[in-house]
Nanobody
Framework: QVQLVESGGGLVQPGGSLRLSCAAS????????MGWYRQAPGKERELVAT???????TYSDSVKGRFTISRDNAKNTVYLQMGSLIPEDTAVYYC?????????WGQGTQVTVSS
């Protein structure tokens, strides 16, 4: 079965940077689209960024210009490079990977932006 293993979360000061990684393993060979959601306390789950297999990306307005999503198709790994972090970025970040027929979730990794 597909497993999405996330890493890179932690505590960072405002203005700092952090890179999240999500590596997929299992029977799925490749994914049509991979992306990141986040969930902050008391807030609705938010789609942060997506990247298709061909490289096309989308970003939420709240992170546009600060975050960069990328992927390594050979490794079935998606990354989220986060810069100029602000306290509002504090959330649990979830990796998601989509095939044509289904999608899979990572376990979530906590990102805390605080002085």
């Amino acid at each position: 079965q597909v497993q999405l293993v996330e890493s890179g979360g932690g505590l960072v000061q405002p203005g700092g940077s952090l890179r999240l990684s999500c590596a997929a393993s299992g029977s799925i060979f490749s994914f049509v689209v991979m992306g990141w959601y986040r969930q902050a306390p008391g807030k609705e789950r938010e789609l942060v960024a997506t990247i298709r297999s061909g490289g096309t990306t989308t970003y939420s307005d709240s992170v546009k210009g600060r975050f960069t999503i990328s992927r390594d198709n050979a490794k079935n790994t998606v990354y989220l490079q986060m810069g100029s972090l602000i306290p509002e970025d504090t959330a649990v970040y979830y990796c998601v990977a989509h095939t044509i027929l289904d999608h899979y979730w990572g376990q979530g990794t906590q990102v805390t932006v605080s002085s």
